[in-house]
């Protein structure tokens, strides 16, 4: 058993507390931590318990970390389990934290998605492959955008964006270099020759 001995606060990190034991230990403790476990000088602790406190910092630390993550901008989950890993939070936090998050819909793959792949569509106009690269940058399996391609981006759509770069960079008429041009630009934002070749007019795709 150990002995609270003094509580103090951690000047250049206010939030923070460092709790010394009896023994001479101490241990670092968030304010959150503090007031979950009702610690103050003179409570005595055994060891379990006191491993019991710093395994629920490291968690609490571990889901603030995160919740900055997503204040940015929304994350996968494997996209956000990789960026905590990176911190220097054990596998076990982190999933003890992710399984908190899932319960308070902060993290949802299925929204996540189909809200990516909508924005990469009508507000950057971007075709398919190249939304794939970004998902699988961001942690998606290629079978998994695949499959969401297939659900949110149907090859019409994508010969819709198609015809919107055609009408906004070279107008109705294609010809000459100006054809080559847009071809290479098309395949930079990620469209198949299929769906180019389905778009352009006959003869437009032959160089």
Not at 147 to 154: F, G, I, V
Not at 170 to 188: A, D, N, P, S, Y
């Amino acid at each position: 058993m150990k002995t609270i001995l003094a509580i103090q606060q951690i000047k250049k990190r206010p939030l923070r507390f460092d709790l010394v034991f009896s023994d001479g230990e101490t241990i670092s403790i968030t304010e959150d931590t503090l007031v979950q476990f009702h610690l103050y000088k003179g409570k005595t602790l055994a060891q379990c318990e006191i491993e019991n406190v710093l395994n629920e910092d490291l968690v609490f630390r571990c889901r603030e970390q995160a919740l900055r993550f997503l204040k940015i901008r929304h994350h996968l989950i494997k996209e956000l389990t990789t960026k905590l890993a990176q911190k220097g939070f054990g596998e076990t936090v982190i999933a003890a934290v992710i399984e908190k998050l899932d319960q308070k819909k902060l993290v949802d793959d299925s929204d996540y998605i189909r809200a990516f792949i909508h924005d990469q569509i009508h507000l950057r106009h971007n075709g398919p492959l190249l939304i794939g690269q970004k998902l699988y940058q961001r942690g998606l399996s290629a079978e998994e955008i695949e499959a969401a391609l297939h659900l949110y981006y149907p090859q019409e759509q994508q010969a819709e964006q198609v015809k919107y770069w055609i009408g906004r960079k070279q107008g109705e008429q294609v010809t000459g270099r100006e054809k080559e041009k847009l071809i290479r630009f098309l395949q930079q934002k990620g469209f198949s020759w299929t769906v180019l070749s389905s778009c352009l007019r006959p003869g437009e795709t032959d160089f």
